[in-house]
């Protein structure tokens, strides 16, 4: 008999199969069937398998698994720079609209699940990788991948002096007015949605109320279980900023509760619920879907000194919730937090205003060129307005001030250094996903494949 065959790679093999066992054993445990879907989706391509695989992302920066590869090696940050807001899992895909507390279609960063205090260089190398890896499955040559990552860093450090020379960090939005192609186009298509529509997807009429309609993706509660939530749902009304509540008498009131489950890549494992409550009146075009979803650990918070910023938050629910309200200046009015035994949740309405940027039909380099220009902008506001002049107190400086000194006289090195990260950890990723496929296949990557 043949000695079994010792895959390519297998020493990165193990590193992989190490950090998902780090970052996701009691989930799997909890929930194998979750992740062994997840995986599978991790396995349709590369840029999926990276979406999926935050934590080996900052387990390479900072050197974790071992010395780390010198080509990811950062001068750039210091002691300021190197600890703002960060979003954690800056990808290609986690651009899209969102109505604010002011009522407006606004285009922005979204999700904000992985967000925590980091270098400010994570988040554009992060999105470096997804633009490298977008255009390798787009066929585009290195040289126009290039020309794209180098034109989203100039955007960022654009909009970084803009708001050096604005006095208020909140004045720089996307929306309709300032935006053109496929980025306006989502904002057009975002104004174009009807709540009854989302509504009457979601739910059906009984009696002349609302309920969740039945399907595979809801189930039904137990009294112990229901009785659990409806707790959580009202410690969470009490997280929800006073100068965003509406009139008690006539919102929240709750209507159904169900299980849920079937979202994204990142979320699978993790115990969620949709609520529907009473909105502005009585008129049942005006019921508002909730998600209360179990918040989980940043990667990034593996992977730094997390003492400081853990004693900041009850539970990840609320870092969850602080970190958006950062990032993000003006919020979904009902974002709130709560927890279950314990365990943090984050609460935030299931919007139909809510578009991700669409990707499919972007193939020539000049119209991606535009879109990146937009998506770096967004970046950087996100970054600056999550400094002293937001609500929280972690980060208690000038962002801008902070990232600006970072590159002082070295941008088209640092916008170089950038460039040359994204192409080469997206080779690298395209590696990883083959040896994530082989070992997943094998049974050796935490859940069966069967």
């Avoid at 860093?153 to 654009?158: D, F, G, I, K, Q």
């Avoid at 929800?240 to 849920?260: A, M, Q, S």
């Avoid at 937009?374 to 996100?382: S, V, Y």
């Avoid at 080469?424 to 996903?433: F, K, P």
């Amino acid at each position: 008999m043949n000695a079994a065959r010792t895959p390519p790679g297998s020493d990165r093999s193990e590193v992989i199969i190490g950090v998902l066992a780090d970052a996701f054993a009691p989930l799997m445990k909890a929930d194998p069937a979750a992740f062994r879907t997840k995986y599978r989706k991790m396995a349709a391509d590369p840029h999926a398998f990276y979406r999926g695989t935050a934590c080996l992302f900052f387990s390479d920066l900072t050197g974790t698994q071992g010395p780390g590869d010198p080509r990811w090696a950062d001068d750039f940050c210091d002691e300021q720079s190197g600890r703002i807001w960060v979003h954690g899992d800056l990808h290609v895909e986690n651009f899209g609209t969102y109505l604010n507390s002011d009522g407006r279609l606004v285009f922005d960063v979204n999700d904000f699940d992985e967000a925590y205090l980091g270098r400010f260089t994570w988040d554009l190398q992060r999105f470096a990788a997804s633009m490298a890896l977008m255009g390798w499955q787009k066929a585009l040559p290195e040289a126009d991948v290039r020309r794209l990552v180098g034109a989203y860093v100039r955007a960022y450090l654009a909009q970084v002096d803009d708001y050096r020379r604005s006095e208020q960090d909140e004045d720089f939005a996307l929306h309709l007015e300032n935006t053109s192609g496929p980025v306006h186009a989502a904002l057009v298509a975002a104004r174009c949605n009807r709540r009854a529509d989302l509504l009457d997807g979601m739910t059906v009429l009984e009696g002349g109320e609302r309920t969740f309609r039945e399907d595979s993706s809801v189930r039904r509660l137990g009294k112990v279980e229901r009785a659990r939530v409806v707790s959580a749902f009202e410690g969470y009304l009490e997280t929800i900023p006073e100068d965003k509540r509406f009139d008690r008498e006539l919102f929240y009131e709750l209507r159904d509760v169900v299980g849920k489950s079937g979202f994204g890549i990142g979320s699978a494992g993790l115990p969620a619920y949709n609520l529907l409550v009473e909105g502005q009146s009585q008129a049942l075009d005006n019921d508002v879907v909730l998600s209360m979803k179990q918040a989980n650990v940043p990667a990034i918070s593996r992977f730094v000194d997390a003492g400081e910023v853990e004693r900041y938050f009850r539970h990840e629910g609320h870092r969850t919730v602080v970190s958006q309200r950062a990032l993000q200046v003006h919020t979904d009015p009902l974002l709130g937090h709560t927890a279950i035994d314990g365990v943090g949740f984050v609460v935030a309405e299931v919007s139909p205003y809510e578009v991700d940027l669409d990707w499919s039909g972007l193939t020539e380099p000049d119209d991606i060129r535009a879109v990146v220009d937009l998506l770096g902008r967004a970046t950087a506001k996100i970054h600056c307005a999550s400094d002293e002049d937001s609500e929280q107190d972690l980060v208690d400086f000038q962002v801008e001030e902070a990232v600006a000194a970072s590159v002082h006289r070295r941008r088209k090195e640092f916008t170089e250094w950038i460039t040359e990260f994204g192409l080469a950890y997206a080779e690298q990723v395209r590696e990883d996903h083959a040896l994530f496929v082989h070992a997943f296949r094998e049974g050796r990557i935490g859940v069966s494949a069967t």
